[in-house]
């Protein structure tokens, strides 16, 4: 149970009310999301996350929303919020994801961690010894699922970012490149992981 209380669209006042407001109509009358009204408790939070949701997340940019909607997915599950994870995976059936889109993106994501694991190891290690040995861990997950590869390079990039991954992030941003990812695109994959990690990050705090 959250430590912190929502505040209901009927409790409202002042710049949560207008956020509110605005949340309405970024979903079309529907209900407003619970996470928005936990973080309602902090108006200035409030808006910050809404505003960079509602660009970085929910509306088309460099990347389209069905990809930024898997990178968020990807990320709740990496930082294991299930309420983010069923938002986006509720989203992402809304804008037509096939469901077994949502099982490949956690796979991929937990693979990418595994690497993550192992790479930051060798960096952590403080010897030479392991940067000679084989990794030796399959991860054919990368190649054998219904996402794109463009789309499970944004992934790894987004996990590995928040795992603080250095050889792994920065070998995922040159593959995404060599896949004709832009820049852009990179920025705002990292933009929209940047995003939800503060969501989850509030609601994990909230529930711990």
């Not at 509602?54 to 990178?71: H, Q």
């Amino acid at each position: 149970m959250s430590r912190i209380a929502a505040i209901s669209e009927s409790e409202a006042t002042d710049k949560v009310a207008q956020t509110y407001e605005r949340l309405r109509e970024m979903l079309d009358g529907a209900a407003i999301p619970e996470p928005f009204l936990v973080y309602a408790r902090v108006p200035a939070f409030l808006q910050d996350f809404y505003m960079n949701y509602k660009k970085f997340v929910w509306s088309e940019g460099s990347l389209d929303v069905k990809t930024k909607t898997l990178i968020g997915i990807a990320v709740a599950g990496t930082l294991k919020c299930g309420a983010w994870l069923d938002l986006l995976s509720r989203r992402g059936a809304q804008l037509g994801l096939p469901e077994q889109s949502i099982a490949d993106v956690l796979a991929v994501a937990a693979s990418c961690q595994m690497y993550n694991i192992f790479f930051k190891f060798r960096e952590l290690s403080g010897s030479d010894l392991f940067s000679g040995m084989s990794v030796g861990l399959r991860a054919h997950t990368f190649a054998n699922t219904s996402l794109d590869p463009r789309t499970v390079e944004l992934i790894n990039v987004a996990v590995s970012d928040i795992n603080g991954c250095k050889p792994c992030t920065s070998g995922h941003v040159e593959k995404a490149r060599h896949l004709g990812v832009t820049d852009d695109s990179l920025l705002e994959c990292v933009q929209c992981a940047a995003t939800i990690a503060a969501g989850c990050a509030f609601l994990n705090s909230a529930n711990a």
